[in-house]
């Protein structure tokens, strides 16, 4: 009896999915409680857990050393729940029209404070997220902590074509760099097709996945401040850090054989709610507003490619 209440001490949140969902990263096999870790049936590979959230790595050079700031995480709060609730919970609507009577499974990939997570399962929905950063301190406000785990989208810790709807935000363009700048590494092409096809993997046919991020092609970036400037950062279009929507469409279609790739209106993704202590701050953001909303008329749907937009929303068809 003292075993048991151990472990029920240890991982209480993961108890309830253990079985029906998460895999070994490395061989893809069912997992079982092992005392105070989580153990593959297949390969015998032991992870741990970081305050009763599984670390699913292969590699734990595979975690995201980041620093934890409550500030901006409690900001990212704010932030993800304004995008769920004005632009992805009616795109879920849209995409899949019987989805209030069949519950859809969904990922969120790179899920940082995991604040959609937990609206898509107030939603109805089997959703689920992993981050490989340090976000468990915040994880513990969710309502739902048993559908989050610390893992590395290059190797996700789920069965094949399980999801309907992965999603991912401004995350490729952190997948292969050096360390939280815009550097990349030598092999950052290799690693964006891992992460790629393993979001396409755990896709099921007909399913969908949303990548939204920066454009590459225009040469003001709002989203990755860095800089003198303070409220932007300016750089070469040419810089391999971001993405373009035709780098999308080789990624997804050309080398991991997704169906079609489409460019979204940006209107509702972001609210601008951080709020610039100056005149000119508070009127940049609102004039980037307004920019997103005139570009995401459909008249101008042509230029969401183009240098004129900083910011894509890329929808993929498995």
């Given at each position: 009896?003292?075993?048991e209440?151990q472990?029920?001490?240890?991982v209480?949140?993961?108890?309830k ?7 070994c990263?490395?061989?893809r ?14 390969c015998s590979?032991?992870?741990p857990?970081?305050?009763n ?6 590699d734990l050079?595979?975690r995201?050393?980041d620093?934890?700031e ?18 992805t ?6 995409l899949f029209?019987?989805?209030?009577a069949?519950?859809l499974?969904i990922?969120s990939?790179?899920c940082?404070v995991g ?9 109805g ?8 950063g340090?976000?468990t ?5 969710r309502?739902?902590p ?7 989208g ?7 074509e ?7 935000g ?5 997948v ?11 092999d ?6 891992a992460f ?7 896709t099921?046919?007909?399913g ?31 810089e ?7 780098d ?12 079609a790739?489409?460019l ?16 000119a ?5 609102q004039?980037?507003?307004?920019h997103?909303?005139?570009l ?7 230029f969401r ?14």
């Open positions: 009896m003292e075993t209440q472990v029920i001490t240890i209480p949140p993961m108890v999915h253990l079985e029906q969902v998460w895999r990263p490395v061989c096999s069912d997992l079982k409680l092992a005392g105070e870790e989580l153990q593959c049936r297949r590979r032991r992870y857990f970081d305050a959230f599984p670390v699913l790595l292969a050079e595979d995201f050393d620093e934890s409550p500030e901006r995480d409690l900001h990212e709060e704010r932030v993800s729940a304004f995008t769920m609730e004005h632009y919970l009616p795109l879920i609507t849209r029209p019987g989805s209030r069949l519950p499974r990922l990939d790179g940082g604040v959609d997570v937990e609206m898509f399962t107030a939603a929905h089997n959703a689920y997220g992993i981050d490989c340090n976000r301190w915040i994880w513990q406000r309502s739902c048993d559908r989050l785990a610390i893992a590395n290059k190797r996700l810790p789920f069965p094949d399980f999801f309907d709807f992965v999603y991912a401004c995350v490729i363009p952190h292969g760099t050096v360390g939280d700048s815009a550097e990349v590494a030598l950052y092409n290799a690693q964006r097709l790629v096809q393993e979001m396409v993997r755990v099921r046919p007909g969908y996945i949303l990548h939204a991020t920066a454009n590459k092609l225009c040469p003001v970036d709002p989203f990755h401040i860095a800089g003198p400037l303070p409220w932007v950062r300016l750089h070469s279009p040419r391999p850090f971001l993405l373009s929507y035709a999308h469409q080789d990624l997804f279609i050309r080398q991991a054989g997704c169906k790739t489409e979204l209106p940006m209107a509702g993704y972001w609210g601008f709610l951080k709020k610039s202590n100056s005149v701050g508070r009127l940049a953001a004039m980037m507003g307004l997103f909303n005139l995401s008329a459909s008249w101008l749907s042509l490619s183009s240098p004129l937009n900083p910011w894509l929303i890329v929808l993929i068809r498995r």
